[in-house]
């Protein structure tokens, strides 16, 4: 996740530094073609190069009040009228900060600097300048903000279709109506629980929403439901324990997250192991969100032992897509044959 970040703030420096350095070459220039045969003053070279290492002072601190002030979240009718009135006072603090440098290298003069049309002429220009700024920064962060969207519906879209292919594919067909039927004769009761508990996974599977998050409560019904169906083919081979925190029922989870590692702990876990094991599903909610804890009987090796599982990858994209660095996702080896699988997710109520 801190990858994404990385990259992301590293490409903003790269267009602010290319974007201001260009900024004072084209000022350069237009400076050494009016000059003319009169030469050019050094000092007006400088006094350009500083300029425009202010005006990247001046964006990036600009751009540091936009992300406080959650302008990016604000609508247009509400953002323009913030932005015009920003750009020139941005302007103005410019225009006040060119004359320290313009002092020492001789190019101030007090009647022209205070000119009251001269400084809203200069105020003005700035302005343009830094609206045109905010133009292409907030161009750019939509842009930004709409692939991430088209990226996490893809991945929603993905995950779908690989829970459908899991759970839709013959064999597991086969093998859930093979333990129904044994049912039938030797437990009635119990062959009615399973067909529904199959009813509901592919329920769930055929008509879940195409959206962010779901409710806790919708995901663990899925996760029992699986379990339960599971639980008759791999019979006392398989044992379940949960231990949710009451607070959990508030959180709104990306769907088919935890159902997901939990039928990965089965597949690569328990059906691997001829004694078979335990899936231990708890919750803890604390003051930074909500933590998912999934223990499986197995050993996890180097990510190995999972990487063929049932979206793993595709969970983690879909973390980095809705929460940034603020998720965390980690699967460890614990004592006594244990693979611990932790989510760690933020505060996003229903």
Not at 260 to 284: A, M, P, Y
Not at 304 to 318: P, V
Not at 343 to 348: A, E, G, Q, R, V
Request: charged share 20%.
């Amino acid at each position: 996740m801190r990858v994404m970040v990385i990259n992301k703030q590293r490409w903003y420096w790269i267009m602010q530094l290319s974007g201001w350095a260009l900024f004072a070459a084209l000022q350069i220039v237009a400076t050494i073609l009016a000059s003319g045969k009169a030469g050019v003053h050094t000092e007006r070279i400088i006094f350009l190069t500083y300029e425009s290492l202010f005006c990247l002072l001046v964006s990036h601190m600009f751009r540091n009040a936009i992300i406080k002030w959650k302008w990016l979240n604000l609508g247009f009718q509400k953002l323009i009228p913030r932005v015009l009135a920003s750009v020139f006072v941005l302007g103005a603090i410019m225009y006040l900060l060119r004359i320290p440098v313009s002092l020492p290298l001789g190019l101030f003069k007090r009647e022209v600097a205070f000119d009251p049309f001269t400084f809203f002429s200069g105020m003005f220009f700035y302005a343009i300048i830094f609206f045109l700024w905010s133009t292409l920064y907030f161009i750019y962060t939509y842009v930004e903000r709409y692939n991430t969207s088209l990226r996490y519906e893809a991945s929603v879209k993905e995950i779908e279709l690989l829970n459908l292919k899991s759970q839709l594919n013959p064999h597991f067909i086969f093998n859930a109506l093979n333990s129904i039927r044994a049912l039938v004769d030797e437990n009635p009761q119990k062959s009615k629980q399973a067909i529904n508990q199959l009813s509901s996974i592919l329920r769930s599977s055929l008509t879940m929403e195409k959206r962010g998050l779901t409710r806790f409560d919708d995901e663990m019904k899925m996760v029992h439901a699986y379990l339960g169906l599971e639980g008759i083919r791999f019979e006392e081979r398989l044992q379940t324990k949960f231990d949710i925190h009451p607070d959990s029922h508030d959180f709104m989870v990306p769907p088919l997250m935890i159902q997901t590692l939990v039928e990965n702990g089965v597949k690569h876990g328990i059906s691997k192991l001829t004694k078979g094991g335990v899936i231990d599903v708890s919750t803890k909610v604390d003051e930074n969100g909500l933590k998912v804890f999934i223990r499986n009987s197995g050993h996890y090796v180097n990510g190995h032992a999972l990487s063929e599982g049932l979206g793993l990858s595709n969970t983690i994209q879909r973390l980095k897509l809705l929460y940034g660095e603020n998720a965390h996702f980690k699967i460890t080896n614990e004592k006594d044959n244990f693979v611990l699988t932790e989510i760690h997710l933020p505060y996003s109520r229903k």
